[in-house]
């Protein structure tokens, strides 16, 4: 089974508008890490936000929210008053922390925001 | 976080050659990881490079294609050995610092194009 499953290859938004990004994971582990990161055009991968298996709020930075639903396993990501420079492929990502550093990557959401 | 340093940003090669990346990290880190992005696909682990130690690969990754070295803790090398078309990829180079809530923070990447 997929450790991290995107099921939306790819969504428009406009610009201003929220939008939120799915993310849902396969773990048997307790302690775990969830992650979102940016890639742009330009191929950096650029670090957006964490939550961890046991915090009790959601994590927030900025404009980027997380969603963080524990018994149905997902993690969405929530971009609030998108701009055009939140173009870019978005991948979800998790560390079981039992098992070491491996991180497991999702196949990728491409947002689009639309003028 | 960390800076991490990454040569040569973008090249284009022959089938044939080699290839060597370099990743250069402002501050010592124990593990270094090797993706690999096909195009318009997710990361894919190829190794973790572990200072004064063998890299360790992943399934469907083979040493004498992609060797690497790691000769302290701020510095690494993958080499692209014996190209082929397939090999055109987006490399990128991680560090991790190691702790749960941390994530990883890459490279801009190595834009590899074979003719």
């Known amino acids: 089974a997929q450790k991290i499953t995107q099921t939306q290859p790819g969504m428009f938004v406009q610009e201003k508008e929220a939008v939120t990004l799915d993310c849902t994971y396969d773990?048997?582990?307790?302690?775990?890490?969830l992650f979102w990161y940016k890639q742009p055009s330009s191929g950096e991968m650029i670090f957006l936000i964490y939550?961890?298996?046991?915090?009790?709020q959601n994590a927030t930075e900025g404009r980027y929210s997380l969603n963080f639903q524990k018994a149905r396993k997902s993690a969405n990501l929530v971009i609030s008053a998108s701009q055009l420079g939140d173009s870019a492929m978005y991948f979800c990502?998790?560390?079981?922390?039992?098992?070491?550093?491996?991180?497991?990557f999702g196949t990728g959401t491409s947002l689009t925001v639309i003028p | 976080s960390a800076v991490i340093s990454q040569k040569p940003s973008r090249d284009i090669c022959q089938r044939g050659t080699s290839l060597t990346i370099q990743c250069q990290v402002d501050?010592?880190?124990?593990?270094m990881f090797w993706y690999r992005q096909q195009p318009g696909q997710s990361l894919t682990l190829i190794a973790t490079?572990?200072?004064?130690?063998?890299?360790?690969?992943e399934s469907g990754f083979v040493i004498d294609k992609f060797p690497i070295s790691r000769p302290n803790l701020t510095f690494s090398t993958l080499t692209v050995s014996n190209m082929s078309p397939e090999d055109s990829s987006i490399y990128l180079c991680?560090?991790?610092?190691?702790?749960?809530?941390?994530?990883?923070?890459f490279g801009d990447g190595t834009r590899l194009s074979i003719l």
């Open positions: 501050s010592q880190v124990t593990m």
């Open positions: 490079a572990n200072q004064g130690s063998e890299a360790t690969y």
């Open positions: 991680s560090v991790s610092a190691g702790t749960d809530n941390q994530p990883q923070h």
């Open positions: 939550q961890g298996s046991y915090d009790e």
């Open positions: 990502a998790m560390r079981e922390n039992l098992i070491g550093n491996q991180f497991y």
């Open positions: 773990t048997s582990d307790q302690s775990y890490g």
